[in-house]
Structure formats: C-alpha cells, structure tokens
C-alpha cells in the first residue's frame, strides 16, 4: 500500500514539474518581446490541402532580421525553425478551408511563403499578419523586399 501511494505521489510530482517546466520555458520565449501565435506547416504541395494535416502549432518571435519560430508543445529551448527575413517571399494570403478550420485556431488567415525554395504557411491572427508583413517589409535599406 505505502508503495502504490509512493509511485502516484512520484507520478504526480512529475506531472507538476513538468507542467511548471513547460510553463517557464514558454515564458523565456515571450520574455524576449516581439512574439505571436503562429501555425506552421512546412513543405506545402502547390494545391492547399484542406484535411488540415501537417498543421504544427506554435509561437513565432521577431529577433532582428529573423523569425525564430518555437513548437508550442515541446521542452526544446532551441526554435524548431528560424526564418531569415530576405529569404521570405509572401505570397497571397487565403482564408483556412475545410478541416483546417478545425486544425487551427479560430480567426486565423493563413499566410502562404516561399523559403529558400520551400513551400510554407503561417496561420496567425489578421493582426500578427499585419505585423509581419510590415516586419517584412520595413527590411532596412539596401535589402530586397519579398512581398507578392
């Protein structure tokens, strides 16, 4: 008995830290400044697929002439992705279609890019977008400026 109330009390121990853990690390990451909400889902073929798949979620922080994007549900303290601001081609933005509506959450818009070559989607508030397509063009002088 003083065994199984042992190995529940080191259960939930575990689940408090890391709960607490988890909470921390994602205030490190707005501590910084400069973050948002922001789906990713990397590689998109050319036709938008609408079963919602691929969709990954997280919190994009502005650091410079970067994006550093940051998976929500994970204790990484390193960003999954980091986006170079003249690497970006925004291309046009288009409303979530089908399950994606229920991927993702509610009032997103979803803002197709190029990366290097790569196909990719940003689903953020029409306020982050806002920002970020401000963000990238607002690139100091002497740079291109990406945006469709």
């Given at each position: 008995?003083?065994?199984?109330?042992?190995?529940?009390?080191?259960?939930?121990?575990?689940?408090?830290?890391?709960?607490?853990?988890?909470?921390?690390?994602?205030?490190?990451?707005?501590?910084?400044?400069?973050?948002?909400?922001?789906?990713?889902?990397?590689?998109?073929?050319?036709?938008?697929?609408?079963?919602?798949?691929?969709?990954?979620?997280?919190?994009?922080?502005?650091?410079?002439?970067?994006?550093?994007?940051?998976?929500?549900?994970?204790?990484?303290?390193?960003?999954?992705?980091?986006?170079?601001?003249?690497?970006?081609?925004?291309?046009?933005?288009?409303?979530?279609?089908?399950?994606?509506?229920?991927?993702?959450?509610?009032?997103?818009?979803?803002q197709p890019?190029?990366?290097?070559?790569?196909?990719?989607?940003?689903?953020?508030?029409?306020?982050?977008?806002t920002g970020?397509?401000?963000?990238?063009?607002?690139?100091?002088?002497?740079?291109?400026?990406?945006?469709?």
């Open positions: 008995m003083f065994l199984a109330l042992l190995v529940c009390g080191l259960v939930v121990a575990l689940v408090v830290i890391g709960l607490f853990v988890f909470g921390l690390r994602r205030r490190l990451i707005q501590r910084a400044g400069g973050t948002f909400d922001c789906s990713l889902h990397w590689n998109v073929p050319a036709e938008p697929d609408p079963s919602g798949k691929g969709w990954v979620y997280g919190v994009a922080r502005y650091s410079g002439d970067e994006i550093a994007w940051f998976r929500v549900f994970s204790y990484a303290p390193r960003p999954r992705r980091v986006l170079e601001r003249s690497s970006i081609v925004a291309l046009e933005r288009r409303m979530p279609e089908g399950e994606e509506e229920l991927a993702l959450l509610s009032d997103m818009v979803i890019c190029m990366y290097e070559g790569v196909r990719l989607e940003l689903a953020m508030s029409e306020d982050a977008r970020f397509m401000a963000w990238l063009e607002a690139a100091p002088p002497g740079q291109r400026v990406n945006v469709a």
